[in-house]
């Protein structure tokens, strides 16, 4: 049955008064505070943003209700919209209040702590009356059930003794937040930045996606209502990036309804956080989905590493080296790919034993490595074989490379025992502008070229215009 005119504008007199009434008393103790305390520009500069948070607020509230645009008329995407708009000057409110109780280490009088305090709890009285005011009917008789049950169980905690433990594996890890209202940028990077974390900031998609391509992020918190480019747009593009898909990232928005949760999830977020954010839920949150990637990225070490040398094995290598040829196919990025073997490794192995030909093994791998790039392809492909890929390479430079690649290895002088071990290596390449388009063939022809620089004496590199030289 439709609401009368007179119940739908008694609702909305009685909602604004359930909100703008804390609103006032908040604004008083912030007015209060700031006029009592000595000169602290960091403090006055953050009860000033509590400030502007209440003004802000109470002008959304004013527009939405005075305005008459009442939320029983409304469609269901108009209100997660008005419910979010709401909640950034909330997060504002509570989150500033909460900072400046955290940071103020007993310099704060007992009764200015006190109405801080008191503007947390009444930030969370609004947040609870605009959920309400947001809710179906139905839907809350049950959430107020599942709340008092919640309670119930967590009474008996000591909430004092509740922390996170930051291991080493996650110290300082690079965090992203994506977020385009600077005060929520600036109360979740304070709040992180306490913990260690080393945080960057993005206020639109776009530049998400450039900083997220250049420098390493352990973890983005990202923003779901933002103008260009929504957040839902931004995970798809990180979930689509061969090497950046499997960032965790954390959505941030004051949807809070379990609809908006659930299409997040299956949209491929980690995880999903509510505005006004509880800092003990987003310590909880970022430390679990920090400790998981660097858990995945271990196991991804473990199965992707050659234990030995510490290069990529094989099994990585031929996933690299497929997606250079799909550059090179898409968009002529050249390439060049040289296969190495130890020369006369059995020997080796027969005169120093197993440990001798393994600290050979390591030493030519680090040979290798130190010839080429960081973002060029090492690996060993079994035994005594190795691999580099080099791309975005002239052939001359590439051939430049596999010669300083020999010299270095007939410089070395690997250390056993007391021993210095003398090698030298062959290899056979093959470059991209020979138009084969078959990884395998490829690696045939490199390999064939290799067994001909052996028959030719060791100790050389055979391309294209030297194999039959």
Same mark, same amino acid.
């Given at each position: 049955? /439709? =609401?009368?005119?007179?119940?739908i504008?008694?609702?909305g ?46 002008t959304?509230?004013g527009d939405l ?6 939320l ?13 708009? @709401?909640k ?24 200015y702590?006190? #109405?801080?305090?008191?503007v947390?709890?009444l ?7 605009i959920d ?18 919640i ?20 110290a300082? /890890?690079?965090? $992203? ?11 979740l990077r ?17 530049q ?8 390493? !992020?352990?973890?983005v918190? $990202? ?14 593009? !990180? ?9 965790p990232?954390?959505i941030?928005?004051? @949807? ?11 949209? &491929?977020a980690?995880?999903? @956080? ?5 800092? #003990?839920?987003?310590?909880? =949150? ?10 995945? %990225?271990e #196991? ?38 040289? $296969?190495?073997?130890?020369d ?7 005169t120093?034993?197993?440990? &001798?030909?393994?600290?050979? #093994?390591?030493?030519?791998?680090q *040979? ?19 691999i ?5 390479? /002239?052939i001359?430079d590439?051939?430049?490379? *596999?010669?300083? !690649? ?5 410089? @070395? /002088? ?5 021993? %210095? ?6 290899? &056979? ?5 020979? $138009? ?6 490829? !690696? ?11 028959n ?14």
């Amino acid at each position: 049955m /439709s =609401k009368s005119a007179e119940v739908i504008q008694l609702e909305g007199a009685t909602l604004r008064q359930q909100l703008l009434t804390p609103i006032a008393t908040i604004s008083d103790y912030v007015t209060e505070i700031s006029q009592s305390l000595p000169g602290d520009d960091m403090l006055r500069e953050d009860l000033s943003r509590i400030s502007d948070g209440c003004r802000n607020l109470r002008t959304q509230v004013g527009d939405l209700i005075e305005g008459q645009v009442l939320l029983d008329t409304r469609e269901a995407g108009d209100l997660s919209k008005i419910r979010h708009d @709401l909640k950034n000057p909330l997060n504002s409110i509570i989150g500033y209040a909460e900072i400046i109780i955290e940071e103020s280490d007993g310099t704060l009088p007992e009764n200015y702590m006190a #109405l801080l305090q008191h503007v947390v709890e009444l930030g969370s009285e609004i947040s609870g009356t605009i959920d309400s005011a947001f809710r179906h009917a139905a839907n809350e008789e049950a959430q107020a059930d599942e709340e008092a049950a919640i309670e119930r169980l967590f009474a008996s905690l000591n909430e004092s003794s509740m922390g996170i433990t930051i291991n080493d594996e996650i110290a300082g /890890s690079p965090i $992203l937040i994506v977020d385009d209202n600077p005060t929520n940028q600036d109360i979740l990077r304070r709040r992180l930045e306490k913990h260690g974390f080393n945080c960057m900031l993005a206020d639109n998609g776009h530049q998400a996606l450039a900083i997220i391509e250049e420098h390493q !992020i352990d973890l983005v918190l $990202l923003d779901l209502l933002m103008p260009d480019m929504n957040g839902i747009e931004v995970l798809h593009a !990180i979930r689509s990036n061969p090497g950046k898909g499997e960032l965790p990232i954390i959505i941030v928005s004051g @949807l809070n309804d379990a609809r908006g949760i659930a299409k997040c999830l299956s949209h &491929g977020a980690t995880d999903y @956080l509510a505005k006004p954010v509880e800092p #003990l839920i987003l310590d909880a =949150k970022v430390v679990s989905a920090l400790e998981r990637f660097a858990y995945r %990225r271990e #196991l991804n070490v473990l199965a992707t590493t050659d234990q030995l040398t510490q290069l990529l094995n094989r099994r990585a290598v031929m996933a690299r080296f497929d997606h250079i040829v799909e550059q090179h196919l898409a968009e002529e990025i050249s390439f060049g790919m040289l $296969l190495l073997d130890i020369d006369f490794f059995k020997k080796v192995n027969d005169t120093y034993g197993h440990n &001798g030909g393994d600290a050979v #093994l390591q030493n030519f791998a680090q *040979c290798i490595k130190n010839e080429v790039r960081s973002t060029d392809v090492v690996g060993r492909m079994g035994g005594e074989e190795f691999i580099a890929i080099v791309q975005g390479t /002239s052939i001359d430079d590439f051939h430049n490379i *596999c010669e300083r !690649i020999r010299a270095s290895v007939e410089a @070395l /002088s690997c250390e056993y025992d007391g021993l %210095r071990i003398k090698i030298t290596t062959s290899g &056979g390449t093959y470059f991209s502008s020979e $138009l084969e388009t078959g990884i395998k063939q490829m !690696i045939n022809i490199a390999d064939q070229r290799l067994y001909g620089a052996k028959n030719a004496g060791r100790n050389r590199i055979q391309h294209l215009d030297t194999q039959d030289a």
